[in-house]
Nanobody
Framework: QVQLVESGGGLVQAGGSLRLSCVCS????????MGWFRQAPGKEREFVAA????????LYADSVKGRFSISRDNAKTTVSLGMNSLKPEDTAVYYC??????????????????WGQGTQVTVSS
């Protein structure tokens, strides 16, 4: 069983920055594509960013491209999301997720197998 625990959320003013982290308990973390998703009140969960097992491939939602950066440290079984130039519309609960299918890089939340509990990000205007 893979357990994912996010941290780093909080309240920030528009234009500010936050860095989210997600620690994975599984020993095969290095084999998983990892993704970040978010869900705002009354909205569906949406893709934010993903990174391949090796870290060599990344994928971003158009809405965050150029502002957010996903990275991972396989030795520390951690995936991070750096968020800059935050906007009020970035306000949501952010979730990390693991895809056990080797080498896939997907925006589809249904293709992710394991999820964290989420961390709240609130951006004030």
């Amino acid at each position: 069983q893979v357990q994912l625990v996010e941290s780093g959320g909080g309240l920030v003013q528009a234009g500010g920055s936050l860095r989210l982290s997600c620690v994975c308990s599984g020993r095969v973390f290095r084999l998983y594509t990892m993704g970040w998703f978010r869900q705002a009140p009354g909205k569906e969960r949406e893709f934010v960013a993903a990174i391949t097992a090796s870290g060599g491939g990344t994928l971003y939602a158009d809405s965050v491209k150029g502002r957010f950066s996903i990275s991972r440290d396989n030795a520390k079984t951690t995936v991070s999301l750096g968020m800059n130039s935050l906007k009020p519309e970035d306000t949501a609960v952010y979730y990390c997720a693991a895809d056990r299918v080797l080498s896939r890089l997907s925006k589809n939340p249904h293709e992710y197998d394991d999820w964290g509990q989420g961390t709240q990000v609130t951006v004030s205007s």
